[in-house]
């Protein structure tokens, strides 16, 4: 018989049902066995008193950079696994943008080899959709995919060339693979480092129109119509490209799409006096547009909320705001900076984790994200009130590019769990 261990007295988030309520968890080996919110709990080889605290399904984090192989000073899969477990995050979906790009098998097999020895939360590795990432020649998409590819992108490397887009979604159509694109028209967000308006007038900064998002999304949406692929936009940020996926979803197609919490939390006024933390990927939008994303997550309209996470060293960062890297660390993050539109209002916690935890393990086929017996018991306990003060030298992670550092937050992470074990425990 597998060990089981039972948590009790904790406030079980199930963002499948929708439920915020008092109940008890039981997990027996690597597996969810029984919940219970009324029942008198069974008894169990450990029990752990969750203390009234929140239990909710492990985060699901899509778009996770990890500077293996080629900046590994950036961050390695090492502090990446125990910013994530800090986090509450215990699935990482990582990225292609490495040097080289992982673009053959070979490559996708030495990530995982590393992945699984270094870390201590599930790692599921993405692949590059064309050669180096350079938008000329698609990769072996079903040769990764047998290496174990969950999907294919460029990142922020848009194809220009709009036919061989055409040809790497039909090829990933008939194999079924999930394409994931960054919707941005390249010639417009070309050196951008702002979204325009006054703002980036005031400031003398390069500025990019939000209509090149909502141009990007349309291209990409007439392709889908074309081809009939899976398709996912790693980062909606505006206003204007919420229309345009309405009615792609409406119409049937197979698509989805992200925000960071970046996008959700922050706006352009942050970036303040060329504060280059907050120099991110597309840049920060204008509150109007953060309002309206957040309410199309609240809808459900933008299915995921990601961290972007994406580590740069300080000499990258301690430059001309026009010229600094972009990107932020938001593995440590992710968590207390969502729970800022918790205890606005403007989200409730299962929603939180539908968008965090259970709509992208069900768009990449995962069996975790859930509160369900017979899931993985990928779970986290999180105080959601606790305050902090966000000190950036306390992260895991070998980069320390937050936008939140020095900010107060409210929510800490007291136990993560993955398969079963826990990973992480707050001291």
Known sequence: M?????FTNARLIDPEKGTDAPGWLLIEGTTIKALGTEDAAPAAD???DCGGHCLAPGIVDIGVKVCEPGERHKESYRSAGLAAAAGGVTTMITRPDTLPAIDTPETLEFVARRANAAGPVNVRPMAALTKGREGREMTEIGFL????AVAFTDCDHVITNTKVFQ??????RGLGALIIAHPQEPGLSAGASATSGKFASLRGLPSVSPMAERMGLDRDIALLEMTGARYHADQITTARALPAL???????????AGTSIHHLTLNELDVADYRTFFKVKPPLRSEDDRQAVIEAVRSGLIDVICSMHTPQDVESKRLPFEEAASGAVALETLLPAALRLYHSGDLDLPTLFRAMAFNPAQRLGLASGRLAPGAPADLLVFDPDKPFVMDRNSLHSKSKNTPFDGQRLQGKVRLTYVAGTCVYEAA
Not at 145 to 148: E, K, S, V
Not at 167 to 172: D, K, N
Not at 246 to 256: M, V
């Open 145 to 148: 995919l047998d290496a174990g």
């Open 46 to 48: 450990a029990v752990i």
């Open 246 to 256: 309405e009615r792609a979803k409406r119409n049937g197609l197979d698509i989805t």
């Open 2 to 6: 597998s060990r089981t261990t039972l």
């Open 167 to 172: 040809r790497a979604l039909t090829y990933a």
